[in-house]
Nanobody, 124 residues
Framework: QVQLVESGGRLVQAGGSLRLSCVAS????????MSWFRQAPGKEREFVAA????????VYGNSVMGRFAISRDGVLNTLYLQMNSLKPEDTATYYC?????????????????WGQGTQVTVSS
């Protein structure tokens, strides 16, 4: 099974940019459908972006479309999330997730493996 470790989250001003990384170990990410989710305090886990490399098209949540970009590096076995034009409402813990069934899915319950999360805080 795959283990996932996120990094890159920090405090940033509105309008700024961040790149999150999700390093996988134990298995190669080529065998999984990979996505990013986020969760703000008191809110449900929200789909952010899905990487279509291993099945289906790249998909973005409506709130991040045009500002965020998901990508992967197969050699480094790493998933990325480039976040631009950040807004205070992007503040959340961001999670990397992997799904063994390589088909698109935007609901958190469809994913089998999760990282521990990395905190992103956007100040106004």
């Amino acid at each position: 099974q795959v283990q996932l470790v996120e990094s890159g989250g920090r405090l940033v001003q509105a309008g700024g940019s961040l790149r999150l990384s999700c390093v996988a170990s134990g298995d190669t990410i080529s065998g999984y459908y990979m996505s990013w989710f986020r969760q703000a305090p008191g809110k449900e886990r929200e789909f952010v972006a899905a990487d279509g490399w291993s099945g289906g098209s790249t998909v973005y949540g409506n709130s991040v479309m045009g500002r965020f970009a998901i990508s992967r590096d197969g050699v480094l076995n790493t998933l990325y999330l480039q976040m631009n034009s950040l807004k205070p409402e992007d503040t959340a813990t961001y999670y990397c997730a992997a799904r063994q069934h390589r088909a698109p899915a935007t609901n958190a319950a469809s994913y089998d493996y999760w990282g521990q999360g990395t905190q992103v805080t956007v100040s106004s």
